[in-house]
């Protein structure tokens, strides 16, 4: 069994050292609860905003100050750590997201979508899609608007990933309702979708209210294999921590719906497939 954690956070724009300190109190109250693995969310540090001179000021290698506070806050807390940061490289910025732990960086991941102004700050990722086997299970990342684009949770799946962690910072505007009845955001409810069709875990920690310009519509949430809810949506206006315990050996039950029913066995692999690195899965 794991014990998963999301943490619906909003960050301060261009404020790396208060979101740092906002990170370290989000995973201590989510490991005082239990937590063995902890999602924040996208550009958690520097904060979520568009203004491509304050990321570029802001953005930082992978080496830099906001990796490492998280690698020493899992070795501090004894906890896997997903969230998402402003990469510099060079002279290119990248969205994107890693997965640490004492250990140190077990996935670094560059968001392969960049959504709407995104795209005159920062360039199309090129990590692939890799997934990890840890200590906790096989974990696969990935970044918001990423998540739009199913071949990316299938092609995680097909890797062997049972649980698939996404920093996100959804936003209104992009779909014609922001909630429905139920308090999901329309991006939420695909999470379900996908989590379904492919038979994973999806947990996805959004950030939540008005921040600056931008409206977040929180609703994160953990989706199981069944496309059922584990934990959320949480609010669409306020932070919020939760945890839930899952059994990621769901995956491989969920795979047989009846004798006749095996989403996975049943794809034609004959006719298409998807293709990663060279290798079709």
């Known amino acids: ?41 996208e550009l958690v540090v520097p904060g979520y905003n568009l203004d491509r001179t304050a990321i570029a000021a802001c953005a930082e290698p992978l080496d830099g100050p906001t990796v490492q506070s998280w690698i020493e806050l899992g070795r501090r807390h004894k906890v896997l750590i997903a969230a998402g940061f402003a990469e510099t490289d060079g002279e290119v910025l990248y969205n994107s997201a890693v997965l640490v732990g004492p250990e140190g960086v077990l996935l670094h991941y560059r968001k392969l979508h960049p959504f709407d102004a995104e795209k005159a700050i920062f360039a199309p990722g090129n990590k692939g899609l890799p997934v990890a086997r840890t200590r906790l299970g096989v974990v696969g990342l990935c970044v918001c608007y990423d998540l739009r684009f199913v071949e990316v949770v299938r092609a ?45 875990f999806i947990a996805c920690a959004s950030q939540a209210g008005r921040n600056g310009s931008v409206d977040f519509l929180g609703s994160s949430l953990i989706a199981d294999p069944w496309g059922k809810t584990a934990v959320g949506p949480l609010s669409g206006t306020r932070d919020a921590v939760a945890v839930a315990t899952i059994d990621l050996s769901d995956t491989e039950r969920s795979r047989e719906r009846s004798p006749f029913i095996r989403p996975r066995a049943d794809r034609r692999t004959d006719v298409y497939g998807i293709s990663i690195g060279g290798r079709v899965l």
């Open 1 to 41: 069994m794991l014990s998963l954690a999301i943490g619906q956070v909003t960050a301060r724009p261009f404020d790396p050292d208060h979101n740092r300190r906002l990170c370290a109190d989000t995973v201590a109250r989510a490991a005082a609860e239990g937590a063995q693995m902890v999602v924040l969310p």
């Open 156 to 200: 995680l799946a097909l890797q062997g990933a049972d649980l698939i962690l996404v920093p996100t910072a959804w936003v209104a505007g992009f779909d014609r309702q922001n909630w429905d009845s139920e308090g999901y955001c329309p991006q939420a409810r695909g999470v379900l979708l996908q989590a379904n069709l492919s038979q994973v």
